[in-house]
């Protein structure tokens, strides 16, 4: 495998430091004072922050490594299922996981970079007001009346995603959350020593969450689940997993042929016309995981969240970034700008994407990622999933796997396993990410009087 090393900015020189700190007390009053909601950043500011190309007014800086170990394991049964609405968890304590008996050279916890960097997240009252609602059409109906104005920038801790460790770490969180937790064998290099209590249970229907902490809770990371296909390496929970992937990354409830079965009825009979207001309306549906998703982030509101996932997992986390504004990353994510405009999360000129903390890690052989997995010679055609969205929130990073190591575009390649084993720890350092500017989601498609809102472009929506 061909590693490729990419070239990152430096940092400034030392004697810039007494300068960078003229410049942050100039700058630092209105992001303090401006409201009374607004918390822009728990911790303590950085004596000598540390400027890249690129940033804005308050340099990030980059903190003691944390080391993050499982903490809890939840299971929501979707609405439809054998176990509606059943939600469990499975907590961990520090005498459990040491109870274990590990073996010296086996990995049982991950090690990730921080840094201080923007955000943009609800307001508190918004925040509140979020908290309470528990259905998708409430969650819909709640963002379509709110808008973009309900959020504040400010500054909190972010993940390192220039740093390859971190990047590593959080996909292997990623990976574990697709494991049965009375099938131990499947750990991410732990093996069958979890001593998990089998008691537990495990809906065969449902959204799944694995909750990672450092010691003292303060940073926590939500893994969700992906799909669960058999295209995607099978699982217990495909059937609402490929319902929700053909909800929220088609143009028109999965219509991609007479013979598909749509996940709606807003077709409207011509080839490629559809009722854009029922598209969006249909989302309301409670077996999308979305609301489900929301429950999990709700459990915590006393410390740093980020979300990760893969897949629709990572769609799921990227929705949930948008919600409550939480640092995201991604892997393999299909494109969820399309659910985020339908739902109506934040978007419009207040929001600049390059600046948001949502970062999208993929390769260009993953046709889900590059939204390229369509059509009848498709994997994804054959197995009934219609991919038709390419389009991502936040930023892309992107490994040039087809050009640079010469792999052909193989769904195969979209498995986190190998993703984590062929892609992210040969190369040597992560791509610069950047705003897919331009990139349009179901161009050919009229939706009726909403078909500029549902094909609006990445670029317009950013603002820049």
């Known amino acids: 495998m061909q590693k490729t090393t990419q070239r990152h900015a430096s940092p400034l020189l030392p004697n810039y430091a007494f300068t960078l700190c003229v410049l942050l007390l100039c700058l630092l009053p209105p992001f ?30 980059t903190f003691p490594p944390k080391t993050l170990t499982l903490k809890r394991i939840y299971h929501h049964g979707s609405a439809g299922g054998p176990f509606s609405n059943t939600f469990r968890r499975l907590d961990f304590s520090a005498g459990q996981l040491s109870a274990a008996q590990f073996s010296a050279d086996e990995e049982t916890s991950f090690t990730v970079n921080s840094q201080i ?20 059409g409430g969650m819909r109906d709640f963002m379509k009346s709110k808008g973009v104005d309900a959020y504040r920038w400010g500054f909190d801790l972010l993940p390192d995603v220039t740093d390859n460790d971190t990047v590593v770490s959080l996909a292997k ?8 937790a009375n099938k131990r064998e499947d750990w991410y290099d732990m093996e069958d020593k979890w001593g998990l209590n089998i008691s537990f249970g495990w809906e065969t229907d449902g959204l799944r969450g694995h909750i990672f902490g450092d010691a003292d809770n303060t940073t926590l990371v939500i893994a969700i689940k992906g799909t669960s296909a058999g295209i995607f390496g099978g699982g ?35 080839e490629y016309s559809c009722d854009g207001e029922c ?6 549906s409670e077996e999308l995981y979305y609301s489900i998703a929301k429950d999990l982030v ?3 509101t006393n410390a740093t969240i980020w979300a990760t996932g893969h897949s629709l997992g990572g769609a799921l986390a990227g929705l949930l970034g948008l919600t409550y504004g939480l640092p995201t990353v991604t892997y393999e994510a299909p494109g969820e700008l399309l659910a985020a405009r339908r739902l109506h999360l934040p978007y419009g000129a207040g929001v600049d994407y390059s600046q948001i903390p949502m970062w999208h890690i993929g390769h260009t052989a993953d046709p889900v990622f590059m939204g390229v997995c369509t059509g009848p010679s498709s994997s994804c055609w054959y197995g009934g999933f219609a991919m038709e969205s390419q389009c991502h ?31 992210l720890t040969v190369w040597e350092e992560v791509p610069e990410c950047f705003v897919e500017e331009g990139c349009v989601d179901c161009g050919i498609w009229d939706f009726n009087d909403t078909g500029a809102v549902l094909k609006i472009g990445a670029t317009e929506m950013c603002g820049v």
């Not at 969180?173 to 049965?180: E, G, K, S």
């Open 32 to 61: 303090i004072s401006s409201s009374a909601e607004q918390k822009p950043f728990k911790g303590p500011l950085p004596n000598a922050p540390i400027a890249r190309e690129g940033d804005h007014p308050f340099p990030p800086k």
């Open 117 to 136: 960097g923007k955000t943009f997240k609800p307001s508190a009252e918004t925040f509140r007001m979020i908290r309470s609602i528990r259905t998708n």
């Open 173 to 180: 969180m990623t990976n574990n959350a697709y494991n049965d």
């Open 236 to 270: 217990d929970t495909a059937v609402k997993d490929k319902f929700n992937d053909n909800l929220l990354f088609s143009c028109c409830c999965a219509r991609v042929g007479s013979s598909w079965k749509t996940v709606c009825d807003c077709y409207r009979g011509d």
């Open 279 to 284: 598209v969006q309306s249909s989302l309301e």
């Open 298 to 300: 709700d459990d915590y």
């Open 393 to 423: 929130t936040g930023r892309v990073c992107v490994y040039d796997v087809v050009n640079q190591s010469g792999w052909k575009v193989d769904i195969r390649s979209h498995r986190i396993h190998d993703v984590i084993e062929r892609v």
